[in-house]
C-alpha cells in the first residue's frame, strides 16, 4: 500500500531494486510494513502475506501524522498545478477540476456524479480550499475501494 499511497500523492519513491531488502528509505513508511504484513520474502508467492484489512491498517490510516504531512503536500502541489482562478466566475468549473484529479489520482477513475456533489458541498462548506482538497484526499485514501484496489 505504499506505494499507492506514494503514488496517490505524488510522492517521488525510489525502485524497489535500490533499496536494502528489509528497510525502507522512507523512515516514516516503516509501520506501514509493519501493520500490512509485509512478507519477508522467503518464499516466492504471494502466501505469505495476508489480504484482509485489519483494525490495525484502519487505524494507522486515520491517525499516522506523516500521512497527513504527505497529504497536506500534495493538496499544496496540486493547487500549484491548478492555480485558483482569480475569476469567480471560473471557480465552479476549478473546482470540478480538482475534484476530478483527486479521484483520478487516488481511485484511478473519475468521480460520479453523486461524488461531484458531495465534493462540491465540501468546496461550498469550507473556505480554506487546500484544507478542503486534503480532506478530500484523506477520504479516498480511506475508502475501501483505495485499499482493495490498491
Not at 486515520?62 to 475569476?87: G, Q, T
Not at 471560473?90 to 480538482?98: G, I
Request: hydrophobic share 40%; with cysteine; charged share 25%.
Amino acid at each position: 500500500i505504499s506505494n499507492s499511497l506514494a503514488c496517490a500523492l505524488g510522492i517521488a519513491r525510489p525502485t524497489a531494486a535500490s533499496q536494502p531488502r528489509f528497510l525502507a528509505a522512507d523512515e516514516s513508511i516503516q509501520p506501514y510494513f509493519k501493520v500490512y504484513s509485509r512478507p519477508e520474502r522467503k518464499l516466492s508467492c504471494d502466501c505469505e502475506r495476508g489480504d484482509g484489512p485489519t483494525l490495525r491498517q484502519a487505524m494507522l490510516l486515520l491517525s499516522d501524522p506523516s500521512l497527513e504531512r504527505h497529504i497536506v503536500a500534495a493538496a499544496n502541489r496540486l493547487v500549484a498545478e491548478l492555480p485558483i482562478p482569480s475569476d469567480s466566475s471560473e471557480m465552479q468549473s476549478w473546482k470540478s477540476k480538482v475534484v476530478e484529479q483527486v479521484f483520478l489520482r487516488t481511485l484511478c477513475r473519475e468521480p460520479s456524479k453523486k461524488e461531484y456533489r458531495i465534493a462540491a458541498r465540501a468546496f461550498n462548506e469550507h473556505e480554506e480550499i487546500q484544507r478542503t482538497i486534503a480532506d478530500l484526499l484523506w477520504s479516498l485514501i480511506n475508502t475501501r475501494e483505495f485499499f482493495t484496489l490498491h
